[in-house]
């Protein structure tokens, strides 16, 4: 009989925490996925595009920020010419598999919980290889029901997060990265 205790007590001392974890997740907000991103790398002379349509968004209701994130790996070259794993290498993938955008979300309108549109500067922190970085890019806005939709473009210096850049490719590119989101969306999935 004792032996059957131990394991019913472990499990209901366990039980609790279970519960608290599953009401972590109840409270987050999901990720709308399939958008997509354009990440330019400078060459001397040339561009190095790279695009995913992998980029995820949310709207994080606590920080008032849209959350973007960037699975590396999925960038892939726009033209055959350019080195497949050149972005891969360049961001450092390998020990940063993921670049996180956080954007200053549009205000709601009062007691509507609808976002106004805005075409503006918004602060922008950039995590780009372990170095987070504040910034004020241009971001445009667009509202739509239970959806809004927002698009940016913005460059970014490598030296300005204190980057390494592989040494083979110091001789090819600057050293800058430009960013385009083009109507990549989040969706309130909490008020359909």
Not at 33 to 62: A, C, K, P, W
Request: proline share 7%; aromatic share 10%; with cysteine.
């Amino acid at each position: 009989m004792k032996k059957y205790l131990l394991p019913l007590f472990l499990t209901l001392l366990l039980l609790p925490l279970i519960n608290l974890e599953a009401l972590a997740q109840e409270n987050r907000t999901p990720y709308t996925g399939n958008n997509t991103i354009i990440v330019s790398l400078e060459g001397i002379g040339q561009r190095y595009e790279f695009i995913s349509d992998q980029l995820l968004v949310r709207h994080n209701e606590t920080t008032h920020r849209l959350e973007c994130v960037l699975p590396i790996a999925s960038l892939i070259p726009l033209n055959d010419t350019i080195p497949p794993a050149m972005a891969y290498e360049v961001l450092f993938g390998a020990k940063y598999p993921e670049l996180h955008i956080m954007i200053e979300a549009p205000e709601q309108q009062a007691g509507t919980g609808r976002f106004t549109p805005a075409n503006r500067g918004r602060t922008t922190s950039i995590s780009l290889q372990g170095v987070n970085n504040e910034t004020i890019i241009p971001v445009a806005f667009q509202p739509e029901k239970n959806t809004f939709y927002f698009s940016t473009n913005f460059d970014l210096m490598l030296d300005n997060f204190q980057a390494s850049m592989p040494v083979k490719y110091l001789p090819i590119l600057t050293g800058r990265v430009l960013f385009s989101i083009e109507r990549a969306q989040w969706y309130n999935l909490r008020q359909q």
